[in-house]
């Protein structure tokens, strides 16, 4: 074939071009050689010399497939009218010849396609603008083909056929058989004949096909869901509801293009669900309230597009949950409470998210329930009229205290690490994070000091957690007392090696001292009271001084002997025994070293313990049966008058090995050892004097005053940062910035804001502006 233009009889040209163009789109069987003919034919003709015929070979082209499709109709039309032949069928074979034969015919013209069509197409911010009908634009072959079958097949009798279609899917969805492809192929004929556009090339398929179908698919669930409610109750109407939903689905993907899928299931949803919410939630409550899983499950996947619906299931499930955590934390026993509380708040909530994942896909609206419910639980405040407020973060800090102990120790340290980390589940829902603090950090002082931990890197463990959940300013002093007691250590090694050099020998036992950094610590100025320390601690500390100041200069020492613990052996009973007691019991034990019998001037004159601490600890080691107090004084019936107050009732303190044998303490009492002392095991504690004059609940509530002080100074301090930055601002404007800004420690009342406000307008901090409702910084 040569590619030199040459002189053609256009009329010769066409006539063959024509006949292999009628077997080519009747699929009839063309030669190789006959087929690449045409093809060269085509180019000849659009590149001919003197004159080309590309305009005249599109016309005529164009014109034989007009007359070729109106024919085609014409055939169909009498074949059904005459011979009674079903009229989608036999238009579903035309199609399918015609489809597979235009994409063929527009193969030979595609020299002309490619070089004089394509170059005369509008560009697509033509056809975005202007809005070109169809027939003004310069299609290719192919695409022209599939216009006429859309203007002279599918307009003519479009009706027809989405009738019968409409008819082929109703008895689809009655389960009855019939040719699923030829449905299928009819309704992609809709959609191909416009694939050519790039605009709205859906716009024949919707508007012919897919209104009808929905409208249809309307009525019919519309009837169907009317005739489930009349006979089955809503479990069985969801499974039947979802079952008609899945199927329809697969008919969607069996026939309709994929653009009508949504549609679809949006009408059936509006049908079957929308319109029936009151039958479906009618039942919930029962179904949550029996954790029904199977029916909560169904309820979910039908209500889950529908808003209004999906939020009332979600409301009750939350109230479920409310219900389950108040029910997880009534009754607690008295002994052992904070365990009880933290372990059946978790199994709650665990039972809540498994719940969720099970049922709700861990839908995030239903996890936003399992939080608003926990949160609730957790912060709720049991006794309303008290003053104290919800004990949750004491309770949770007790926990944590009991878990961080050596009383731990039956616990491996995975397991203590593990349940600490769920712990910050629950902290997590506490909003006075604040009250956490303060009590966790007494406690975590307990331990430090009196060397109660398990090992320092499980402290250092839960401070981090609490880091990450609050931050590093909620967790600073805690770093910093963990900070003190390895600082500690390595000061103790220290003055050791400090001794050995300076040649000063402190005794035949450990000494070791804690150094507290004053702000970091929760101890009070208050506890301190006058005490001579025994002879035999004299020159280890006069020593650990002499040392301290010459490491540090310019630092000053402040002994806590109420917080000193140690450890004696007791040789005078039957069988030795190893005490762990505080500093003030160890000072009155050690009087007894050289004699059996002090009075209670002997002992107070060498201690130089206050008469009221002093009274405590003796009569707690009476009550021990450590001591015995007796015989008395002769004249002990005239100094009746002068007894001491021992500030609380003896009586009522418990003794390890026996019922309390207090007595009154006089002036003249004389206490010796009891020998005869006897205990069940061989290391015994004696760290601390019980506090009968303050109960734990009176505890508690100077623990909440002192929270309550340093709220309002957070409170001020924020606003003073706030105006500061501001200079000046509204009065509800700068009230929700403080509560914004208090939301991480704690929920601050708005009154309590106020009165912050007011006292930081007394101390001329700031002060109203020309506005009523406004506040002015005082630089």
């Known amino acids: 074939m040569s590619l030199r233009p040459t002189e053609v009889d256009f009329e010769q040209e066409w006539n063959k071009l024509k006949r292999t163009v009628e077997s080519v789109i009747c699929l009839h069987q063309v030669a190789k050689k006959e087929w690449t003919d045409r093809f060269s034919d085509v180019y000849r003709l659009c590149t001919a010399r003197p004159q080309p015929y590309p305009d005249l070979l599109y016309e005529e082209t164009r014109k034989f497939l007009k007359d070729h499709v109106e024919r085609l109709h014409t055939k169909l039309y009498e074949r059904c009218c005459w011979e009674g032949g079903d009229l989608l069928e036999l238009y579903y074979k035309e199609w399918q010849v015609y489809r597979d034969g235009i994409s063929h015919m527009d193969k030979i013209y595609w020299y002309l ?96 096909f897919e209104k009808p179908f929905l409208e249809a698919t309307r009525q019919y669930y519309s009837r169907e869901a009317e005739s489930l409610i009349a006979h ?6 969801m499974e039947k509801v979802l079952k008609r939903l899945d199927s329809e689905a697969l008919r969607c993907r069996k026939y309709l293009h994929s653009s009508s899928y949504l549609k679809v299931k949006n009408v059936c949803e509006d049908e079957m669900v929308s319109h029936h919410l009151e039958f479906l939630t009618a039942e919930c409550h029962k179904m949550v309230a029996s954790e029904n899983r199977k029916d909560l499950n169904n309820l979910y996947k039908l209500l889950r597009p529908v808003g209004q619906g999906i939020q009332h299931l979600v409301g009750e499930v939350e109230k479920h949950f409310v219900d389950i955590g108040l029910d997880a934390i009534s009754n607690l026993p008295e002994e052992n409470m904070a365990n009880s509380f933290v372990e059946n708040l978790l199994d709650a909530h665990r039972k809540q998210r498994e719940l969720v994942e099970k049922v709700f896909n861990m839908d995030q609206q239903f996890l936003h329930a399992v939080d608003k419910a926990s949160s609730c639980v957790i912060n709720r405040r049991f006794k309303p009229k008290s003053k104290v407020p919800c004990c949750s973060a004491e309770l949770l800090a007790k926990y944590c205290d009991n878990l961080l102990k050596k009383s731990a120790r039956s616990m491996s340290e995975s397991d203590i690490e593990e349940k600490l980390t769920q712990s910050i589940t629950i902290f997590r829902y506490i909003e006075d994070k604040d009250v956490f603090s303060k009590f966790y950090a007494k406690m975590l002082a307990k331990r430090l000091i009196h060397c109660l931990w398990i090992s320092l890197e499980l402290e250092e463990s839960m401070v981090n957690r609490l880091k990450q959940a609050c931050g590093h300013e909620f967790t600073s002093k805690f770093h910093r007392m963990l900070t003190d007691i390895t600082v500690s250590q390595d000061l103790n090694k220290n003055f050791r090696e400090w001794c050995e050099k300076e040649k000063r020998e402190i005794g035949n036992f450990n000494f070791n001292i804690f150094i507290l950094q004053a702000g970091a610590w929760p101890i009070g100025s208050t506890a301190l009271s006058p005490f001579s320390i025994p002879q035999v601690l004299e020159r280890p500390c006069s020593y650990f001084e002499a040392f301290y100041r010459d490491a540090f200069q310019g630092r000053n020492l402040t002994f806590l002997h109420h917080l000193g613990t140690c450890e004696i052996r007791i040789g005078y009973t039957t069988r030795p025994y190893i005490a762990s007691m505080s500093t003030y019991f160890m000072a009155i034990f050690l009087l007894f070293e050289d004699t059996d019998k002090l009075t209670f001037k002997e002992i107070q004159t060498n201690t130089s313990l206050p008469d009221e601490s002093l009274v405590k600890h003796l009569s707690f080691l009476v009550d021990f049966q450590m001591l015995h107090v007796g015989p008395e004084s002769p004249n002990q019936t005239d100094s009746q008058n002068s007894s001491i107050s021992t500030g609380s009732d003896p009586a009522s303190t418990k003794s390890a090995s026996g019922p309390s044998t207090a007595r009154t303490i006089l002036p003249d009492s004389v206490f010796s050892l009891n020998h005869e002392f006897s205990h069940k095991r061989t290391r015994i504690k004696i760290l601390t004097v019980p506090q009968k004059e303050v109960s734990h609940q009176q505890e508690v509530e100077r623990t909440h005053a002192s929270i309550e002080e340093d709220r309002k100074l957070f409170l001020q301090a924020s606003i003073v940062r706030i105006m500061k930055a501001r200079k000046q601002m509204k009065h509800n404007i700068l009230v929700q910035e403080v509560i914004e800004q208090a939301r991480s420690r704690f929920t601050p009342s708005v009154p309590m804001v106020k009165k912050c406000i007011e006292a930081l307008m007394e101390k001329q901090y700031i002060e109203r502006a020309n506005a009523a409702d406004e506040y002015s910084y005082v630089a």
Not at 185 to 196: M, P, Q, R
């Open 232 to 237: 089955n109750d809503c479990s069985q109407y």
């Open 113 to 208: 396609n490619s070089q004089h069509l394509k170059k005369a197409k509008l560009s697509d911010a033509d056809i975005t603008y202007a809005h070109p009908d169809a027939t003004e634009l310069k299609l290719e072959i192919g695409e022209s083909g599939l216009l006429f079958w859309r203007k002279y097949m599918i307009e003519p009798l479009g009706q027809r056929l989405v009738y019968l279609i409409l008819e082929y899917i109703e008895k689809d969805r009655l389960g009855n058989s019939f040719n699923e492809n030829m449905v299928r192929s009819v309704i992609d004929s809709f959609v191909v004949v416009e694939s050519y556009k790039k605009k709205e090339e859906l716009e024949f398929y919707e508007t012919l």
